[in-house]
């Protein structure tokens, strides 16, 4: 995670308060953007320890589970930011750009927008919705960390159906009210899961009485 901020599960981001506050919709790449769908993290007031990576242009501060995508001899390899190294290469709006410097800072706020396409943009570099969540030590000891993005993002497949089939305005009123029964973003991280199971039947059941 880092600070800024998107459904129901887990990552963070930092520096897009204004944009992620002010639409659903936030830059995912190089004249490319996605709606934001739920909030993994919202919290204004917590004070919480990023990995801050530097390149020669950007600064990146996440959460030291939060996936980044790594140019790798051609091929993009998710990371953890914990185990991003000086001299990895990080995909930029200027094209691959190698991290310089690697440090630890102490933020305030923990936001994590979860995005249709999987990916967001901060401070003009590319960093994945995902980090943390249910699958981690699972996938952790079969050493396929790596996917855990991916695996992530098929796993939400359900909602991003449902955020599609209802429409925007639709579901951003039904979250909004669910949100303010119960707080989503803590409620996914804590069972997320079960929650994903749950949400993914009830949208494919709401895609089956729409066809």
Known sequence: ????????????????????????????????????????HKDLDVVSEFVQVKTEAN?????????????????IIYKRAADLKVGDSLSTIS??????????????????????????????VV??????????????????SEYLPYAYQSLLAPVRALYNIAGSKLYSAGYSMLDSCVNVADSGTKYGGPIAITIGIGALAFAARSI
């Open 59 to 75: 600064t990146l501060e996440l959460t030291a589970g939060h996936f980044v995508p790594v140019n790798t001899k051609g091929e």
């Open 127 to 144: 960093a994945s919705v995902h980090s943390e969540w249910f699958l981690d030590s699972l996938f952790d000891a079969l050493g396929a």
């Open 1 to 40: 995670m880092a600070s800024l901020a998107a459904v129901f599960a887990v990552v963070s981001l930092l520096g897009l308060f204004s944009t992620v506050f002010a639409t659903n919709i936030v830059a995912v790449g190089k004249n490319s953007f996605s709606d934001i769908y739920a909030f993994g």
């Open 95 to 124: 094209g691959a750009s190698p991290i310089t410097e690697i440090s630890k800072v102490d933020k305030l706020g923990l936001y994590n927008p979860l995005t249709l396409s999987g990916n967001i943009l901060v401070n003009n």
